[in-house]
């Protein structure tokens, strides 16, 4: 060391960021050049020369206080926040051996590895040297792979020259970009990880990730991913979401995300205008066995969203069930005062011998096997002028949601053996919870039922 070299002494140990790549260390120095020129609106350059990365800003350059550890003057919109990355990034180079220079003002700093005269122990320490020929800014030298330097490049948005920005949010708790194309996750400009999404995020909460931005709070990544899809005012973002929702069957990150009761959209214009596009004007959403056959009878396209949007959509998509009752087609309900006297009286017969039936069952042992067995009246048994079943005409129809048996008017015209006949059909779908006909459940029902009923004809 020459009389113009001096050896300042850091309490850095060498064992420190152990895990740390020269991609990881290169990755600092790049941010470092990229946080001057948005700090300070400098021009800076990055390329590899001689089997080094050159990395150049033409900012204010650095002081000897800032290779203090801690230190940063950096302003809340640099991509660094601690004011570490490029003390652990010379750490890394003097703990490898590898070829590093800074050069700023006056000064040329060298890291190395020695021991410290107090703490005898071995430290990170800053060979000072000074240079007659100040520059402006800081130029760092550091030995390395052009491939490395292109990998520690791609680590932040400004390097994405193919990014485009779709959507740009700004709210008082949460602030960020959606962009295409997917695929990539930034936190203040800086890639955090990829994997498959629909879109690219770029989130400015630094509390996001951890000190050394080596992982992600996933809590409140999805808590901003979230806000930034449900206040987007663009039609494009709102128009891809709606697509992969209800038509793709991909797995990617925005469809393991899930919506509650009280999440809304901020705009409900754009994401109307972007389901009608998709989806067409005549949709409804799938929300009962009977409904949505309905829904689709009178011509409504049914859709099912993925698991965790139902909740989002259900503001803005009207169900089945609403479009069946608004176009009447669950209100063509008969009230049995109205019917013919004839079958008036059939109706009445078959539901008095039911419920004799339901009450001898509920005293058997075998009543305890199944769930629903109370007594039929007006009120759970309705008629209707037609019942559907798809597109196709029902006699009957058991509906599990509002636990009713519904008969369509025609069923009346049979003999009353044969409305008996199918009254104790969907009974058996009502006591059993069974839906398809030849389900188990249900056929193990109606052995039952109709073993109990033959049992009664028996005199004891």
């Known amino acids: 060391m020459d009389e113009t070299t001096e050896i300042a002494y850091t309490s850095i140990s060498p064992a420190y960021v152990p895990h740390w790549t020269r991609v990881n260390a290169l990755r600092e120095l790049v941010q470092n050049a990229l946080d001057s020129h948005e700090e300070f609106k400098c021009d800076y350059s990055i390329c590899y020369e001689d089997g080094a990365a050159v990395i150049r800003d033409y900012g204010p350059g650095l002081q000897k206080k800032h290779f203090v550890m801690g230190l940063s003057e950096k302003s809340e919109n640099s991509i660094g926040q601690f004011g570490e990355g490029l003390k652990l990034a010379m750490l890394f180079y ?87 194309p997917g695929g990539y996750f930034f936190v203040h400009n800086q890639l955090i990880f990829k994997r498959p999404s629909l879109f690219s995020y770029n989130l400015l909460d630094k509390s996001i990730i951890n000190r050394d931005r080596s992982s992600a709070d996933e809590c409140l990544l999805r808590i901003n991913v979230k806000e930034l899809i449900a206040h987007t005012t663009s039609e494009e973002v709102a128009r ?135 007594g039929l009246n007006t009120s759970n048994t309705k008629i209707y002028k037609e019942l559907y079943k798809g597109t196709e005409k029902a006699q009957a129809l058991y509906d599990p949601k509002t636990k009713e048996i519904l008969l369509s008017i025609s069923v009346l015209d049979l003999e009353l053996p044969e409305v008996c006949g199918v009254i104790a059909h969907e009974l058996t779908h009502k006591i059993t919870r069974a839906s398809p006909d030849c389900s188990y459940d249900f056929i193990n029902g109606m052995e039952k039922l109709l073993g109990f009923t033959l049992s009664m004809t028996v005199r004891r």
């Open 94 to 180: 003097a703990r490898s051996g590898s070829r590093f220079e800074l050069r700023t003002g006056n000064i040329i700093v060298k890291p190395v590895v020695a021991s410290h005269p107090s703490f005898n122990t071995d430290v990170l320490a800053l060979m000072i040297q000074n240079h007659q020929a100040p520059i402006q800014g800081v130029e760092i030298k550091a030995q390395c792979e052009e491939e490395e330097l292109d990998e520690a490049k791609k680590q932040f948005l400004a390097m994405h020259h193919q990014m485009r920005v779709l959507d740009t949010y700004m709210g008082e708790y949460v602030k960020g970009q959606i962009m295409m």
């Open 240 to 374: 891809e979401v709606v697509k992969a929702v209800f038509l793709n069957q991909q797995d990617i990150y925005e469809l393991q995300l899930q919506w509650y009761e009280d999440n809304r959209v901020w705009s409900e214009s754009i994401w109307l205008s972007a389901i009608k596009s998709v989806l067409g004007e005549k949709i409804c959403l799938s929300i009962s066995t009977l409904a949505d056959p309905v829904a689709e009878y009178i011509g409504y396209r049914v859709v099912k969203p993925r698991d965790g949007w139902r909740n989002l959509f259900a503001s803005l998509i009207p169900s089945s069930v609403n479009i069946a009752s608004m176009r009447g087609a669950f209100h063509n309900q008969v009230a049995p005062y109205t019917l013919p006297q004839d079958k008036l009286s059939k109706f009445m017969l078959a539901m008095k011998a039911t419920n004799k039936l339901i009450k001898k069952f509920k005293e058997s042992p075998i009543c305890h096997m199944f769930d629903d067995i109370d």
